[in-house]
């Protein structure tokens, strides 16, 4: 399986401060229809998942503009222009290019 | 709008069976593949299982494989997971999820859990 590493595991910002949570993967992710199936979830406790970024910097309906994702090969950025309060909790990315598709441990983002 | 309920987690001792059941509205359901995926009490996500639009191709993690066997009923708009062999490891919170687009999830159910234990 594709495994999928994220840093920082953990990481504590001051509201309004930018924020930035890297994954990479242990194999390239591009698919043989050229596209990356990269994507990024946020998790709130107690809750079902929420994607955010989908194809690497596809943001979702809804999804602020803060929320940017980027990327390439193996190596992916999921980037917080200003963290909001509403931004807490734990966020995964996840590769949909070969199955069994699979997540990053998840990053876990807490106000300071 | 989308709505996906999972029903059918339960307690249940090692070894034993258990079928999941999720009900989908708000969409065409045969025309998206859908997923399993869990989530271990206060670990990560996993992807489980998998199936196309029409049914006719299904997918399973190493973990699962010969144990889960994944379904749909399309003229009902429901998916399936019957569940065997349960161990320690398969306790957790089983998601129905839809693929949308290609290589992703966009609509996630609330979950049901599965606890395994004697």
């Known amino acids: 399986d594709v495994v999928m590493t994220q840093s920082p595991l953990s990481l504590t910002v001051t509201l309004g401060q930018p924020a930035s949570i890297s994954c990479r993967s242990s194999q390239e992710l591009v698919f043989s229809d050229g596209n990356i199936y990269l994507n990024w979830f946020h998790q709130r406790p107690g809750q079902a998942p929420r994607r955010l970024i989908y194809?690497?910097?596809n943001r979702d309906s809804g999804v602020p503009d803060r929320f940017s994702g980027s990327g390439s090969g193996t190596d992916f950025t999921l980037k917080i222009s200003r963290v909001e309060a509403e931004d807490v909790g734990i966020y995964y990315c996840m590769q949909g290019t070969h199955w069994t598709w699979t997540f990053g441990q998840g990053t876990k983002v807490e106000i300071k | 709008e989308v709505q996906l309920v999972e029903s059918g987690g339960y307690l249940v001792q090692p070894g034993g069976s258990l079928r999941l059941s999720c009900a989908a509205s708000g969409f065409t359901f045969s025309n998206h593949p859908m997923h399993w995926v869990r989530q271990a009490p206060g670990k990560g996500l996993e992807s489980v299982s998998a199936i196309s639009g029409n049914g006719g191709s299904t997918y399973y993690a190493s973990s699962v494989m010969g144990r889960f066997t994944i379904s749909r009923d399309n003229s009902r708009n429901k998916l399936f997971l019957q569940m065997g062999s349960l161990r320690a490891d398969d306790m957790a919170v089983y998601y129905c999820?839809?693929?949308?687009?290609?290589?992703?999830?966009?609509?996630w159910g609330r979950g049901t859990l599965v606890s395994v234990s004697s």
């Open positions: 194809k690497v910097s």
């Open positions: 999820v839809r693929e949308e687009p290609n290589g992703s999830y966009d609509y």
